[in-house]
């Protein structure tokens, strides 16, 4: 399983890293929607600003009749269960967990000095809608499903 | 408005402070809190483990080293530091929210504390913050580990400062401790955290700050009661008292010490006014009118029609009707 932007950034500054994920978060195809237990979470107008991420959530909620229902981002906003659109991004992760990927982080615990390691894969779709997702998690959806 | 995820800098950094190993292989090995929570015992060191450390510990026992077994009465004091590129929120927006989260990696808390999160700026390379320090440092938000703190859940702290302490202009750092060495409390068995730290490619379970803010706005006020040092407006329905005015049209009282003004249907009082139409009464130190149908007194006024008795230390005027009183012109 390829990691070429984590191989890319090698020996990069921590600012040519952030840069660098950027530029190849905005010259992706907006990933398909992502669904988890009664919340659907889609990602659109993917570009830049300034240099930094950004991009629009749009959020669906289940209708009760086995369909979704979309959710009105606005009012959540004024009720004060998200920050709005559009959402920037500085730094944005480019892996996810998965205990069959290839990128092996290890850590040591300070104490007991027990090595346990992480994996991850390089997933830059999963990785944008995992940031969408949580930041529109504490949006209210129909019928009071969270 | 706006939401801003900031994902933690890759300089994060973690230390740790002990006291009661090795100092001499020849006695007992006799720690004290607070020469670790001070950071003045055995040893400083940063932690390059890939994970962040908050808490403290107290272990006893004995080790075998150099021959020897010795006896050890040992305590570490666990501090970690973070930091947000916060800097592209526009200086002149306003931060309503910001909220910090990190994903457990491990949870040795036997003893719950609170994680706190205090403004600290460590620049490039943290250093020991000594515990008797940490009260003074501005606490931005906390989170209890009574709340559980299970491996690769992400946790939200509590906003007690947080947004109001949101860097504009440059990273937010901090510094993550335990309430119970902020509290002075010795540890009696394990008692701290593992976190996530940010990595270098940057996974989902690094430390983040979702920060809310707006642009700066103008505020636009045309109900009753306003009180302003300067206003520019093309219609005013309520009363209200300005320092200083440029306006087309008022239908109600208003105080100004200086106003512009084309039409006046109420009375006003204005220490000086530039005035196209009057039909009220009204009283001015300096004035220059192009029509007046009512009485005012100025003590200078320029006016170019007067249909009512007018009183004035200085006056020209192009048109005169009768009941003046006019100290010179």
Redesign the interface.
């Given at each position: 399983m390829p990691s070429p932007i984590s191989d890319a950034m090698v020996g990069m500054t921590p600012e040519e890293r952030a840069a660098y994920k950027t530029a190849q978060f905005a010259a992706m195809n907006p990933p398909d929607s992502l669904v988890g237990g009664t919340r659907m979470v889609a990602v659109n107008n993917i570009t830049t600003v300034g240099g930094i991420l950004q991009f629009e959530v749009a959020v669906w909620g289940t209708d009760g009749m086995g369909g979704w229902m979309l959710v009105d981002l606005e009012a959540a906003r004024i009720a004060g269960e998200w920050g709005g659109n559009p959402v920037r991004v500085v730094n944005p992760p480019i892996l996810v967990p998965d205990p069959g990927g290839d990128v092996e982080r290890t850590s040591e615990d300070p104490i007991t000095h027990v090595v346990t390691s992480t994996f991850y894969r390089e997933d830059l779709d999963s990785a944008l809608m995992q940031i969408a997702y949580d930041v529109t998690e504490k949006i209210t959806l129909p019928n009071n499903e969270m | 408005?706006?939401?801003?995820?900031?994902?933690?800098?890759?300089?994060d950094e973690?230390m740790?402070s002990d006291d009661g190993y090795g100092q001499d292989f020849d006695t007992a090995w006799n720690g004290t809190y607070s020469a670790a929570r001070s950071g003045t015992g055995y040893s400083r060191y940063p932690?390059y483990?890939?994970?962040e450390?908050v808490g403290q510990?107290y272990a006893v026992g004995n080790v075998f080293y150099d021959g020897d077994d010795h006896y050890y009465d040992w305590f570490?004091v666990?501090e970690s530091f973070l930091a947000?590129?916060?800097s592209?929120i526009p200086d002149g927006d306003t931060v309503?929210?910001a909220v910090l989260?990190v994903t457990s990696?491990?949870d040795?808390s036997t003893t719950n504390f609170d994680i706190q999160a205090r403004l600290h700026d460590w620049g490039t390379t943290a250093d020991w913050v000594a515990g008797a320090d940490l009260s003074g440092l501005t606490l931005l938000g906390s989170y209890a580990t009574s709340g559980g703190f299970t491996a690769?859940t992400?946790y939200d702290f509590s906003d007690t400062a947080m947004a109001a302490n949101v860097n504009k202009t440059g990273s937010t750092r901090m510094l993550f401790c335990s309430s119970r060495t902020v509290g002075n409390n010795a540890p009696t068995t394990?008692e701290?955290v593992?976190i996530y730290s940010a990595?270098?490619?940057?996974?989902?379970?690094?430390p983040k700050l979702?920060?809310?803010?707006a642009a700066g706005s103008t505020e636009v006020y045309d109900g009753p009661g306003p009180t302003l040092d300067a206003w520019i407006i093309a219609t005013r329905t309520g009363s209200f008292t300005a320092a200083a005015i440029l306006k087309r049209t008022q239908v109600g009282s208003f105080t100004a010490d200086a106003a512009i003004k084309s039409t006046v249907a109420g009375s006003f009082t204005t220490n000086a006014v530039l005035l196209r139409g009057q039909t009220g009464s009204f009283a001015a130190n300096a004035i220059t009118l192009k029509a007046a149908s009512s009485s005012f007194t100025a003590a200078a006024t320029i006016k170019a029609t007067v249909a009512d008795s007018t009183k004035a230390d200085a006056i020209r005027l192009r048109t005169f009707w009768f009941g003046r009183v006019e100290d010179g012109f």
């Open positions: - | 408005m706006s939401t801003l995820v900031v994902y933690a800098d890759t300089s973690a740790g932690i483990s890939g994970v450390a510990e570490a666990y947000f590129d916060t592209s309503s929210a989260r990696y491990a040795y690769t992400g394990t701290y593992n990595d270098e490619s940057g996974t989902t379970r690094d979702t920060v809310t803010y």
